[in-house]
């Protein structure tokens, strides 16, 4: 095809397109004039209507800035968080890198410990190697038993690496085994316990009822590791490198320091104390029953006698009577009243032997058969009497009653230094107002008339000191406890029905009575605590105080307790109440002329 062929082609396509577009914009135009031809028509018909719908729609086509600042708002918001995100995540990043770089560090320079090049190793690395060439695995042996000794390297191990990674490196470093003089000490002692047992002297064991004798039983050898030697063994071990070692302790026997023939000869009565009991035949029985119980008691060094665990519940299957006691503050009949002299009378045996007192609380009401503030009260379950065997020996209760009499005896090695005697001495420091008097009806006195029933008792406060002698001479006094004691309030009859009839007329009802008998405390709920009541003092042992009871500040005070030697016996000098002692209830006569 030649150059005119050509140029004729490329005009007749070009006008063929040319046509093409104007017939298209022929066509634009017409639809536009039809258009608006159209609208017009509308427009006419419509009137201003159009003009309404035009406006109208001209406003819900416009931008809604609101939503716009709303959602961009938002985004601001999310890229933010992605911003913060992606830093942190940098930092977190970077902080590891850190890290690692100055822990896990390869060592570059040339460095061997104990033989152990660590020379390219990461901290961690140079760990592994030591401990894979020294492994911790030490144990100490007696016979077929094994105990294992802690890790004491572990420690030195880590001090050394942080000083071999964190500074300037020297060539070569040996592991240090000094210093743990008290670590090693430590594991000897922890596997002599293992093995050891403590020897056993020559002491008492049990109690012949039937020949009223304490049976002994011979010593018993203990043993001992040598710890000395087994420390020296551990720390040859370290020194030596040799933390694998199986290392054999060895040990002794340890003789008791009592035989039972030098046991036989130095046991003897160490103490003694007496008090005397009523005529009442029920609580007599109680006495006897309670203190049956207790004889024959054998108490371990160390160990703590409980009254209540030895004597066990007082109930009518034991043969326990029902006896005055006080409950709540009023006499009652109770199974089992009259037990509180038994374990009062223990208590003072006890503290002259020298033994602890670890449990102890006073009546509420003053008691005859001892002096008050040296008494105990007890009951089941609470309150109760303990105190604790200080001897390097077993100790055995001695306990009877006979003839109104109530003894206890500690029988045991002496606790005392020779020559050193510990006794108890009471004193009355106040004497507080009887209680608000109380008024019963009576129609045989005339309309307004009041008589005396009871006169009531005055209260009172006491302290108690612990004294010890040395060869019968007086070296110290401490105060023990403080105790206050409440009183009987007074009772008075009196009649205002308004009516007055004979005697003949009328039932006479029980007397009112003012009893001596010991009994619990009138705040006293089974199960409780023996904290002291408002205004009261309470005691549960030497130097604090503790709740105690009221009494008659006409009660005649026992005599005094005569110690001697370290004893208090039975007879010339022993507490000894009247006849008409605890559980002795007599009725106050009238005033005279009533």
């Known amino acids: 095809m030649n150059q005119l062929e050509r140029e004729s082609r490329r005009r007749t396509s070009s006008g063929r397109s040319q046509g093409r577009s104007s017939d298209r914009s022929t066509s634009y135009r017409k639809s536009e004039s039809g258009s608006r031809n159209r609208r017009t028509s509308q427009s006419s018909r419509s009137g201003s209507s159009y003009s309404y719908r035009t406006g109208s729609h001209r406003r819900r086509k416009g931008p809604d800035y609101r939503l716009i600042a709303i959602v961009g708002v938002i985004l601001i918001v999310v890229i933010a968080c992605i911003v ?20 896990e560090t390869a060592m570059e320079k040339q460095v061997t410990v104990d033989g152990v090049e660590i020379t390219g190793m990461s901290r961690t690395e140079a760990e592994a190697a030591i401990l894979a060439k020294y492994p911790w695995s030490m144990t100490v042996t007696y016979g077929e038993e094994v105990y294992q000794v802690a890790d004491l390297m572990a420690e030195k191990v880590d001090s050394l690496l942080d000083e071999i990674y964190t500074g300037d490196p020297k060539e070569s470093y040996s592991l240090d085994t000094t210093g743990l003089e008290e670590a090693i000490a430590a594991e000897a002692a922890a596997a002599a316990a293992k093995w050891d047992k403590s020897p056993k002297n020559g002491s008492i064991q049990s109690f012949d009822k039937e020949s009223g004798k304490f049976v002994f039983a011979g010593e018993e050898t203990g043993f001992a590791i040598d710890q000395e030697k087994l420390a020296q063994d551990i720390q040859s071990a370290l020194d030596e490198r040799r933390f694998d070692a199986a290392i054999e302790a060895t040990g002794s026997e340890v003789q008791p320091e009592i ?46 006698f409980s009254f209540n665990e030895t004597v066990g519940q007082r109930t009518e299957a034991k043969g326990y009577q029902s006896a005055a006691a006080y409950s709540g503050g009023e006499v009652v009949q109770e199974t089992g009243g009259g037990v509180c002299q038994v374990s009062s009378t223990l208590y003072n045996a006890v503290v002259r032997a020298g033994m602890k007192i670890s449990y102890r609380r006073s009546h509420t009401f003053e008691p005859s058969y001892v002096t008050p503030g040296q008494d105990a009260t007890v009951s089941w379950e609470l309150p109760d009497f303990k105190f604790v065997n200080t001897s390097k020996a077993a100790i055995g209760l001695k306990a009877s009653y006979s003839n109104q009499k109530m003894t206890v005896s500690v029988y045991g090695i002496p606790v005392l230094d020779e020559g ?3 006794d108890l001495k009471s004193e009355q420091t106040e004497t507080l107002p009887p209680p608000a008097p109380t008024y019963e009806e009576d129609q045989t006195l005339q309309i307004g008339e009041e008589k005396v029933k009871s006169a009531g008792t005055s209260g009172s406060r006491w302290v108690t000191y612990k004294i010890t002698y040395k060869d019968g001479v007086e070296v110290s006094r401490e105060t023990d406890h403080t105790t206050t004691y409440k009183g009987h309030a007074p009772v008075i009859l009196r009649n205002t029905s308004g009516v007055v009839l004979t005697p003949d007329e009328t039932t006479t009802g029980t007397e009112t009575v003012v009893s001596t008998v010991d009994g619990m405390p009138d705040d006293y709920v089974p199960g409780e605590t023996t ?7 309470g005691e549960v042992g030497p130097g604090v105080t503790t709740q105690a009871p009221s009494a008659s500040e006409t009660a005649a005070v026992p005599p005094q307790t005569t110690a001697v030697g370290g004893m208090v016996e039975a007879g010339p000098g022993a507490v000894s109440q009247p006849e008409s002692g605890p559980d002795v209830i007599e009725p106050i006569a009238p005033n005279p002329g009533a």
């Open 420 to 422: 050193v005697t510990i």
């Open 531 to 537: 904290a002291a009541a408002p205004g009261e003092t």
């Open 84 to 103: 913060f995100v992606v830093q942190a995540t940098k930092s977190g990043e970077g902080t590891d890198a850190s890290q690692e770089s100055v822990t």
């Open 259 to 304: 035989s039972e023939a030098s046991a036989k000869d130095l046991y003897k009565t160490i103490s003694t104390f007496t008090t005397t009991t009523t005529a009442n035949a029920k609580r007599n029985t109680n006495v006897r029953l309670a203190a049956e119980a207790i004889n024959g008691t054998v108490i371990q060094p160390g160990g703590e």
